[in-house]
T-cell receptor, first 114, second 110 residues
Framework: GAVVSQHPSRVICKSGTSVKIECRSLDFQATTMFWYRQFPKQSLMLMATSNEGSKATYEQGVEKDKFLINHASLTLSTLTVTSAHPEDSSFYIC??????????FGPGTRLTVT | QKEVEQNSGPLSVPEGAIASLNCTYSDRGSQSFFWYRQYSGKSPELIMFIYSNGDKEDGRFTAQLNKASQYVSLLIRDSQPSDSATYLCAVTGGSYIPTFGRGTSLIVHP
């Protein structure tokens, strides 16, 4: 199956700072990527759909000014958590689809804000 | 609103048994159905997808789809302790954005 990578896998930052997470499709081109957040023992929550060359589409309740998404190429999407606070601590996961409807997930980024 | 329902479990089965995981969905227009496995602290991993009514087998896994009943299931034969994880059902209805269930926790005990 298709391979999706994420970097970093873990990050600890201080409250008020910004953190950038990269998501790459390694062996295919992804016109659309997805960003999810998952709190412990809870289900995946879709945050936004990232479209190459255009603005991301955010789900209801997700602050677009706080979670900046850029999809500059067919293999790279980035999520920047701006002015992070402890409540933003979570597991952030990106995914992409190759040709069909099946999605392939990156390994995730665990963000801890102190 | 599109909904995907799964029993949260945990479903506990002995090693070597068949584990049966079930999922129902509300949108009759749903077209694609997926099962993901998620180990604790890891991201989901696609294990099966099915588009047509009936059964689809892949190794120890069988996905079953019944669109009339809006029901999709996953059978795991010869369950192993390494199969212990949360299994997520996901459904799409013509777009690439899936709706996920909350997942069923499976425990396979030796």
């Amino acid at each position: 199956g298709a391979v999706v990578s994420q970097h970093p896998s873990r990050v600890i930052c201080k409250s008020g700072t910004s953190v950038k997470i990269e998501c790459r499709s390694l062996d295919f081109q992804a016109t659309t990527m997805f960003w999810y957040r998952q709190f412990p023992k809870q289900s995946l929550m879709l945050m936004a759909t990232s479209n190459e060359g255009s603005k991301a589409t955010y789900e209801q309740g997700v602050e677009k000014d706080k979670f900046l998404i850029n999809h500059a190429s067919l293999t790279l999407s980035t999520l920047t958590v701006t002015s992070a606070h402890p409540e933003d601590s979570s597991f952030y996961i990106c995914s992409a689809h190759e040709r069909g409807y099946e999605q392939y997930f990156g390994p995730g980024t665990r963000l801890t804000v102190t | 609103q599109k909904e995907v329902e799964q029993n949260s479990g945990p479903l506990s089965v002995p090693e070597g048994a068949i584990a049966s995981l079930n999922c129902t969905y509300s949108d009759r227009g749903s077209q694609s159905f997926f099962w993901y496995r998620q180990y604790s602290g890891k991201s989901p991993e696609l294990i099966m997808f099915i588009y047509s009514n009936g059964d689809k087998e892949d190794g120890r896994f069988t996905a079953q789809l019944n669109k009339a009943s809006q029901y999709v299931s996953l059978l795991i034969r010869d369950s192993q302790p390494s199969d212990s994880a949360t299994y997520l059902c996901a459904v799409t209805g013509g777009s690439y954005i899936p709706t996920f269930g909350r997942g069923t926790s499976l425990i396979v005990h030796p």
